[in-house]
């Protein structure tokens, strides 16, 4: 069982930067894959990154260069740097996580989510 608790949305100016976070527990070695999604209202959630446990990362064009997702294995957290924020960020994060015994499944763990709300 794996719980996802994610933090640091909140209100920002286009072009100004966030960091979002998302602490983990339980049994942590389960853990393969895991991502930020992101969802506006009425939306289909999509992926925006990913991060293998080698550490090779993948982002949507969309945020290449702007967006970073990084694991911290001794904090046990998932981190989302983001910058130069544009109104279309704006939607809810939430940071998956697909387990290694029932990988078939894709991101199977999830947490509540976080809301970024950027301002023109």
């Known amino acids: 069982q794996v719980h996802l608790v994610e933090s640091g949305g909140g209100l920002v100016q286009a072009g100004g930067s966030l960091r979002l976070s998302c602490a983990f527990t339980?049994?942590?070695?389960?853990?393969?894959?895991m991502g930020w999604y992101r969802q506006a209202p009425g939306k289909q959630r999509e992926v925006v990154a990913s991060i293998l446990s080698n550490g090779r990362t993948n982002h949507v064009d969309s945020v290449k260069g702007r967006f970073a997702i990084s694991r911290d294995n001794i904090e046990n957290t998932l981190s989302l740097p983001m910058n130069s924020l544009k109104p279309d960020n704006t939607p809810g994060y939430y940071c998956a996580a697909v387990i290694k015994t029932n990988w078939r499944r894709g991101y199977g763990s999830w947490g509540q989510g976080t809301q970024i709300t950027v301002s023109s």
């Open positions: 339980g049994i942590i070695a389960s853990i393969s894959i």
